[in-house]
């Protein structure tokens, strides 16, 4: 999808403003495209829910003076402490995630989702001994589906819930936390993959429904240099025109207003030429 509202920097040109639906929804695409691709190399990936109980939930003092109040906030410390302390009891498996923190719908209580590749143990089971590490509270898992890739990354597009005391407060906002080294997804870059996309240079994939979506930009940075982009940006700009032209045409040919509107401002531009062309003739 095209960005609504692109922004000319004056080096590179037009550029996607990082805001409008429309990039917001290219955003969440392209990180559902790269955890399916990240959960394809692993037999066992989970969907996690992790919650406080209250004598760990993390607070915060907010507010002014006299009027403070005591609130639940999301905490990147804790996140970081239940991987180090999962990743050194189950050091014999290649454990990676994804993370999104959260507030409740209904009491504003901070909690996190995460798609955890490669823990080899379901159900019950696994999720008791993801507890033992959490050690904050309660623990929910089980097998991954498409269905929460989807629901993980819907912040990137709608606007997370946040307490209205929280609202005017960066610190505590929600976050997104994942595996780095390589990034969520590299797998995909294999080297088949590198040669076909460098010989038929493009800036989208096929989803994996079939459908055709703009390439993660993680991956085009991978594939292609500075020149490479901006020929391929040129491509996208031209089909960009090209459809927006026919859309109008598709538009004007369909409502009799927009035809007779279309006819009288041709009409007014040939009278303008004539016009002009007259009175160059007669300075002569």
């Not at 409008?20 to 929804?25: D, L, M, Q």
């Not at 906002?173 to 080294?181: A, D, E, T, V, W």
């Not at 025109?241 to 035809?259: A, D, K």
């Amino acid at each position: 999808m095209e960005c609504l509202h692109r922004i000319h920097l004056p080096d590179r040109g037009a550029v996607p403003c990082g805001r409008c639906v429309n990039c917001r929804k290219n955003k969440r695409q392209s990180w559902v495209y790269r955890l399916q691709a990240e959960a394809d190399e692993y037999p066992f990936s989970l969907f996690v829910t992790l919650t406080y109980d209250d004598e760990h939930m993390p607070t915060a003092m907010i507010g002014e003076d006299l009027f403070k109040s005591t609130v639940g906030v999301v905490s990147k410390r804790d996140i970081q402490l239940f991987m180090k302390r999962l990743r050194k009891k189950y050091d014999q498996y290649r454990l990676r995630y994804f993370l999104t923190s959260e507030y409740g719908s209904q009491g504003g209580r901070p909690h996190y989702h995460m798609i955890l590749f490669g823990f080899p143990f379901t159900g019950k089971h696994g999720g008791d001994l993801l507890a033992e590490c959490w050690k904050n509270g309660f623990v929910q898992a089980h097998p991954l589906t498409t269905k929460e890739i989807a629901y993980v990354t819907k912040y990137m597009y709608e606007k997370s819930m946040v307490p209205d005391i929280l609202k005017d407060v960066k610190e505590y906002q929600p976050f997104m936390l994942c595996s780095r080294i390589p990034g969520i997804g590299y797998h995909f870059l294999r080297e088949q993959i590198l040669d076909f996309y460098r010989l038929h240079p493009r800036d989208y994939v096929r989803a994996f429904n079939g459908m055709r979506m703009a390439m993660p930009r993680y991956y085009a940075d991978k594939l292609y240099d500075d020149d490479m982009k901006e020929y391929l940006k040129e491509l996208r700009e031209a089909f960009f025109i090209n459809q927006m032209q026919q859309e109008w045409h598709h538009y004007i040919n369909t409502s009799p207003r927009l035809r007779y509107i279309a006819d009288q401002l041709e009409t007014e531009s040939k009278l303008d030429y004539e016009r002009r062309a007259e009175e160059k003739l007669k300075l002569k």
